[in-house]
C-alpha cells in the first residue's frame, strides 16, 4: 500500500488480467446452487471412479493444465521435460491431495494473505478455489480435480491454446460460461 492524495491508501499491486479471471472464477463458484454441482459432478463422473485409469485421469488433467502450447524459449525439449514435470506433480498431487485438508488450515492461509503487506497474486482466489475442491473431496475428486485443472489453466491460458483451454474449462462452461468471467458476478457478458 502506498498514500495518495488526501492520505487514502492505494495498493500497490496493479491486479492482473489473469488475476481478474482467477477472482472471478472464484466468485461465481461460491455462488454455484447444489443443482449446479450435480451437473458438474455428472460431467466430471470418470473421473471420481476409484481406479487407476481414474486415478491418471486427474493426475494427467493437472499435467495438460500446466503445459503452455507456446515455448517461449523455443526449445525442443522444454514442451516434452513441462509436460513430465506436469504428470509428476499431478500424481504427487493425487497422492497428497486427494485427502481433505484441515479447512483451518486453508482458512489461516487466507488470513495470512488478507493481512499481507504484499499480498501474493493469485494466492487469495486459489485459497478459494482450493477451498471449494477441498469441499468436493472425498465424493467427488473428479470435481476437485477439474477445479484445480481450471486454476492452473487460467494461470497458463494466454500460453495455451483457445481449444485446449475450452476442453479443460468444459465442465463449467454450461455453469459459468468462461465469457461471463470478464464481467462483475451477477452480470453476463453481451
Given at each position: ?23 472471478a ?73 486427494t ?31 482450493e ?14 480435480s477439474a ?16 481449444q ?27
Open positions: 500500500m502506498h498514500f495518495v492524495a488526501g492520505g487514502a491508501m492505494a495498493p500497490t499491486h496493479q491486479e492482473s488480467a489473469t488475476d481478474r479471471l482467477l477472482t472464477f472464484a466468485s461465481r463458484l461460491e455462488s454455484l446452487d447444489a443443482p449446479a454441482w450435480d451437473r458438474i459432478a455428472s460431467r466430471c463422473a470418470a473421473l471420481d471412479v476409484p481406479t487407476v485409469a481414474a486415478f491418471f485421469g486427474r493426475a494427467g488433467l493437472l499435467a495438460e493444465s500446466a503445459t503452455p502450447d507456446a515455448d517461449p524459449y523455443r526449445h525442443p525439449l522444454l514442451k516434452p521435460a513441462m509436460a513430465a514435470l506436469g504428470t509428476v506433480v499431478g500424481i504427487l498431487n493425487e497422492l497428497t491431495l485427502r481433505a485438508e484441515s479447512p483451518d488450515r486453508l482458512r489461516r492461509a487466507a488470513e495470512r494473505q488478507r493481512a499481507a503487506d504484499k499480498p501474493v497474486p493469485g494466492l487469495a482466489p486459489y485459497l478459494e478455489i477451498g471449494i475442491a477441498q469441499r468436493q473431496l472425498p465424493r467427488h475428486p473428479g470435481v476437485a477445479l484445480r485443472a481450471v486454476f492452473m489453466a487460467l494461470v497458463v491460458g494466454p500460453m495455451m491454446s483457445p485446449r483451454l475450452a476442453t479443460i474449462y468444459s465442465p463449467f462452461e454450461p455453469e459459468i460460461p468462461y465469457s461471463s468471467l470478464g464481467t462483475p458476478a451477477g452480470e453476463h457478458a453481451a
